[in-house]
């Protein structure tokens, strides 16, 4: 058995959306997205290649995995044992601080746990901005949760630059508020309202010419440090996501009653002269970009609205890192 290697790995929240593909199996999107990576939400994964197993084997939360979940990530690890020239079968044991299908982006922190450990473990080493293209093959959004900070994933032109680089550390006072409406698994998972949606949705063209603006936009706001700035263009992009579902047939919204609430809420906040913006992903979790120094100042008002356990502060969260006990 070979030494068992172990990865943590940090989700992130997409400030600028990614939604849709142009290579279902490549994972390829169909437009470049931004994200925050948060310190609060992590997975961490372990991979060891074992030849006294004849077939792999995964343990998700202690829990050993059914057939169709361990088949999931065997075509993952078949990547790196193709490239390592490894034919052993694997244990892997991946332990999730991040609510599953939640939308709370578990997949990303989660594949990009899995990448990190088995790149360890097979001996390939592959530099981060390479791993992050293996890391996009099992879940899109993982290619950013490869990078702290704040990260763009670049559509590129095939799968070898369709790849995510860091673009600052967000070391300057940046935070987020999670609103957790609903932890539990969504009805409608991302992949299937991704697909209907680019499939059928009028506005759908209209939201990838908006987003390349938005996405060279926040770069600069970023650049120049301008939170508010960084903000309006979240909460922007992120209602212009959603738009695209509402016109999809048949329409789909993640939103519920409390998603709502949250939102008047942020908006409340800002009245009051907090700096706050919101955004969603593909289910009804409102996550609020703040300033971290003003984050206990908006769990406290939304304790008004919300129990406390459903808000969950965080700041920047790290680049994938090895664990060593």
């Known amino acids: ?12 929240i997409a400030l600028i959306k990614y939604w849709g593909k142009r290579d279902e199996k490549l994972f390829l999107p169909m437009n470049s997205s931004l994200s925050l990576t948060l310190d609060s939400f992590y997975t961490e994964t372990s991979v060891a290649f074992d030849d006294s197993t004849a077939e792999d084997r995964f343990y998700l939360n202690d829990a050993l995995q059914d057939d169709k979940a361990t088949a999931k990530v ?21 332990t999730n601080f991040v609510p599953t299908a939640a939308g709370l982006a578990s997949s990303a922190s989660g ?7 088995v790149n360890l473990a097979s001996g390939l080493n592959l530099d981060k901005t390479t ?14 949760s490869i990078f702290g900070g704040f990260v763009e994933w670049q559509m590129g032109t095939g799968s070898d630059d369709s790849f995510a680089v860091k673009v600052d550390d967000a070391s300057w006072d940046i935070g987020m508020v999670t609103i957790v409406v609903n932890d539990k698994q969504k009805a409608v998972s991302s992949r299937v309202g991704m697909k209907n949606t680019v499939a059928t949705s009028p506005f759908y063209p209209g939201w990838l010419t908006a987003t390349a603006i938005d996405l060279e936009n926040i770069k600069t706001a970023i650049l120049k440090k301008d939170f508010e700035q960084v903000g309006a263009i979240t909460e922007s992009n992120g209602m212009k996501m959603h738009a695209t579902m509402l016109g999809a047939n048949p329409p789909l919204s993640y939103w ?22 919101f955004t969603m992903d593909a289910g009804p979790n409102v996550k609020v970009l703040c300033r ?24 920047p969260g790290k680049d994938i890192e090895e664990i060593t006990d």
């Open 1 to 12: 058995m070979n030494k068992e290697k172990k990865v943590r790995a940090y989700t992130n």
């Open 74 to 94: 065997s075509r993952f690890l078949d990547l790196f044992r193709e490239e390592a020239g490894i034919q052993t079968a694997a244990i892997v044991k991946s």
């Open 111 to 117: 594949m990009a746990a899995l990448a990190g450990a």
């Open 131 to 144: 791993l992050s293209t293996y890391a996009r093959r099992g879940s899109g959004s993982a290619t950013r």
């Open 256 to 277: 519920e009653p409390d998603s709502v609430r949250a939102m008047q809420a942020v908006r409340e906040l800002r009245q009051l002269g907090v700096p706050c913006y």
């Open 292 to 315: 971290l120094s003003d984050s206990q100042t908006i769990k406290n008002y939304l304790s008004n609205i919300f129990d406390p356990t459903q808000l969950i502060i965080s700041g």
